[in-house]
């Protein structure tokens, strides 16, 4: 009780107040936004690689004053030491396959980190225009996509969820009608398949799950990467499918300052703005902030629902960050209040249990979340290194689903321990650790309490060999101690060859597990009349994923055509099966008996045509199927194929910006209704249908403004809801979801920024 008065406090406890605490925020923001102190002395410091979740630092990098022959190399570690030169005041960084960054350093600055970017160049071989916004890690083994602020911003990327648009890989979809929940789909399969983190600490999972992907906003983001198939086992052993990692932004490599609107005409209103301080030559801070409330009543269908929830939300998320030459520590806290009200447009959120204005849905969320991660140099020779991370949350949900009230509690506690040893900085690398992973699941459905622990002690050893740049090998192990499932053993090893110039060649192999949280990752079924069946006796997911890619980057004309296919078997050995067709009275869940995988193949290319165009195609297929009451089944509500076709034109001198993107998605299956009254029952397929997006930017020298348009065709799926006319009666579902629920949307929005080297 005492824990759940001290959130609301936290939490804000009226709206007068919550607009007071915000109005302080912001002024908090403003003051940081003038201020920069810098230290003094010897400039040191580190450069590393930007899609590095690690941020182990780059070996090799070049540093020189601009306009003198003085510089120096980057150790194994990334760490570097310059001797200043009178006058000089730019420093250029430059790394093979990497973009030159030429850096203002200020006369006193003692120590600076920086992240290089990859620019996918070949060597020896010029290319001008844009860097590319997405693009694949040249280095690392693992077939990883990295998405760039300059690629979020593409679309209306209000948050983690929307920030997929212009991906060929991912899929987001919402899982039902009335809720707004969200989740992805990787190699064809749910997102509870792909571990999805922060900064390497997981984030949505558990009670999370259903609208964790709303909880990280767009503007916080400095990239996300795309990690297909079995991630490495110093992350853990759950990702099957693969794994998502956002970077925030940085107090060091962000801007001062920054802030950005959004509004859309179906009532949605956001305000972000984050501000970063350097307070010395070691030490730095940084705020960031997010309200979005959308109050609409919209319903295009006119079948009584809104088409989308109301929702009001408050997040903020401060970090501070210390760092030497041999040493870092990074700490932050994260806290959020989300109100989501939907159901017929009678009701009003306070009637939740008596339903007098009609059949409501209210979510109302509380998070509080907190990490540290230190790491640093064990020798002078800088062999051995240490880093460990450290994360707790607590998530509180109350919701109803019409007549019926689910609340759920979730406590968990993260820590991985990692070592890592590069003998005579040469071609091996040895990485061991041990993690930690405890969750506590308190939830209640309607009369009925129910709640499990779990806590996993785990160690892990990985070998890395490096032959040049010619190929990357990475061989690991990790055993978990699962006090419900007994000893979990995972092996996984990923390869990267470089075939010649232009070719590069991947493949991987390895197992996952995962533990289903059923109810709260499936929370959206409530909004239906049907029952949910749910056993004991479910036992741990386990799969094993296989992958092969061929990558290649063809000069032509002064360009670089950029060409991938990629190819991946997901087969499980054991599975929770959601069997929908069994029944239009029930969900059933129940351990797969019999065969369950998926095969996804997609082709993808792109290239600058002209200077200043970028241009990309692609196209995947998917085979899902799962063994359902008894049946080799296609997975219901999944698209079969899908492609993807986006351009984007920035104009001479960066002051218009036009991008477009089409989506094309097949058909599918759509679970059984036959046993429904005819005015009840949907097809058992759905066709393919497209979805166009557009947008409009103007880049003044510290702001842009915006303007676009999601869904251009206004395509949506007919009547979405099942008896929407009676919805506490037996036939009433919305949760069979193939396609959009809404119609084309108009937006416009700014961003403000003030950068650190202006």
């Known amino acids: 009780m005492c824990i759940h008065y001290a959130l609301r406090f936290v939490f804000f406890i009226s709206i007068n107040k919550r607009m007071n605490t915000i109005r302080y925020f912001l002024t908090i923001i403003i003051l940081l936004a003038g201020t920069a102190v810098y230290g003094q002395g010897r400039l040191e410091g580190k450069i590393i690689d930007s899609a590095d979740p690690y941020e182990t630092g780059l070996a090799g990098a070049n540093l020189v004053w601009a306009g003198t022959t003085t510089g120096t190399s980057t150790n194994a570690a990334g760490y570097f030491s310059i001797r200043r030169v009178r006058g000089a005041d730019k420093l ?37 225009g844009r860097a590319s916004g997405t693009y694949i890690n040249k280095l690392d083994p693992v077939l990883t996509y990295n998405i760039s602020g300059a690629e979020l911003c593409k679309a209306a990327c209000c ?34 398949y792909t571990q999805i983190m922060s900064e390497n600490i997981p984030s949505v999972y558990g009670l999370n799950t259903a609208y964790g992907l709303n909880y990280i906003p767009g503007s916080w983001m400095e990239s996300i990467q795309i990690s297909k198939g079995t991630s490495s086992v110093r992350n853990g052993y759950e990702s099957i499918a693969g794994q998502i990692n956002v970077e925030y932004k940085k107090p060091r490599t962000s801007e001062i300052f920054q802030m950005n609107g959004f509004i859309n005409d179906a009532g949605r209103r956001e305000l972000n703005a984050n501000a ?48 030497t030459e041999r040493f870092s520590f990074r700490t932050g806290i994260q806290v959020l209040e989300e109100e989501r009200t939907g159901g017929q447009l009678s009701f009003r959120k306070g009637n939740e249990d008596t339903w007098t204005d009609g059949f409501g849905i209210s979510i109302n969320t509380r998070r509080l979340e907190g990490f540290a991660k230190m790491g640093g140099m064990l020798d002078a020779d800088q062999t051995m290194s240490i880093g460990w991370i450290q994360n ?67 160690v892990f050893a990985q070998y890395t060999y490096t032959d040049s740049a010619k190929m990357t090998m990475i061989a690991g192990i990790r055993t978990d101690f699962h006090n419900l499932y007994g000893t ?45 069946d749910i056993p004991d006796d479910l036992d741990i997911e386990e799969a094993w994923n296989t992958g092969m890619s061929l990558s290649s980057s063809i000069p032509y004309g002064g360009k670089i055509l950029k060409l991938s296919a990629e190819v991946f078997r997901t087969s ?6 959601i069997d929908m067709d069994a029944s239009t009275d029930e969900v059933r869940f129940y351990n797969l008996d019999g065969k369950s995988y998926s095969n996804i193949f997609q082709l993808e290319a792109s290239s600058s045509i002209f200077e200043g165009f970028e241009l990309l195609a692609a196209w995947r297929w998917n085979d899902v199927r799962m063994t359902i009451d008894g049946m080799l089944r296609e997975k219901p509500l999944a698209s079969r194929y899908k492609g993807l076709l986006t351009a984007s034109w920035l104009t001479h001198l960066r002051k218009w910006q036009f991008d477009y993107t089409l989506q094309l998605n097949g058909p599918g299956r759509i679970p059984s209704t036959a046993s429904n009254p005819e005015q009840y029952s949907r097809p058992d397929t759905f066709k393919a249908y497209t979805v166009m997006n557009a947008q409009v930017t103007y ?7 915006y303007i676009g348009s999601e869904n251009l065709t206004g395509f949506r799926q007919s009547n979405p809801i099942i008896a929407s006319e009676d919805p506490f009666g037996e036939f009433f579902d919305s949760s069979l979801i193939w396609g959009p629920v809404h119609g084309r949307k108009l937006y416009a929005g700014f961003r403000v920024f003030f950068n650190r080297d202006v």
């Open 92 to 128: 250029v960084v430059s790394f093979v396959g990497y973009s030159t960054d030429t850096l203002q350093i200020a006369p006193d600055e003692e120590y600076i980190s920086h992240s290089l970017s990859q620019n996918n160049e070949i060597p020896e071989i010029v290319v001008t």
């Open 572 to 577: 499980f050995l054991r599975q929770i099966i």
């Open 276 to 323: 970063s301080l350097l307070l010395s030559n070691r030490l730095s801070t940084m705020v960031m902030g997010h309200v979005e409330q959308q109050n609409s009543a919209i319903d295009h269908n006119h079948d009584g629902f809104r088409d989308e929830p109301d929702i009001r939300q408050y997040n903020f998320f401060n970090r501070w960050d210390y760092m």
């Open 392 to 458: 707790f949350s607590y998530h509180d949900q109350d919701s109803w689903f019409g007549e019926r009230k689910y609340t759920g509690v979730q406590k968990a506690y993260y820590s991985n321990l990692m070592y890592q040893f590069n003998p005579g900085l040469g071609k091996h690398s040895i990485d061991a650790g041990f993690s930690y992973k405890y969750d506590q699941y308190d939830e209640a459905l309607s009369l009925t309490s129910f709640g499990r622990k779990e806590s996993v002690p785990g």
């Open 488 to 532: 979990l053993l995972t092996p996984r090893v990923h390869l990267r060859y470089v075939i010649n110039d232009h070719l590069t060649l991947r493949a991987s192999a390895g197992k996952g597990f995962r533990s289903g949280n059923v109810l709260a990752e499936n929370s959206f079924l409530l909004a239906s009349s049907r029952g949910i």
């Open 699 to 705: 880049n003044f020298r510290k702001w842009n403004v």
């Open 159 to 192: 948050n983690l969820s929307e920030s997929f648009e212009t991906n060929a890989s991912v899929d987001v979809n919402y899982s039902d009608a009335s809720t707004g929940a969200k989740q992805i789909q990787l190699l064809g399969l749910a997102g509870s």
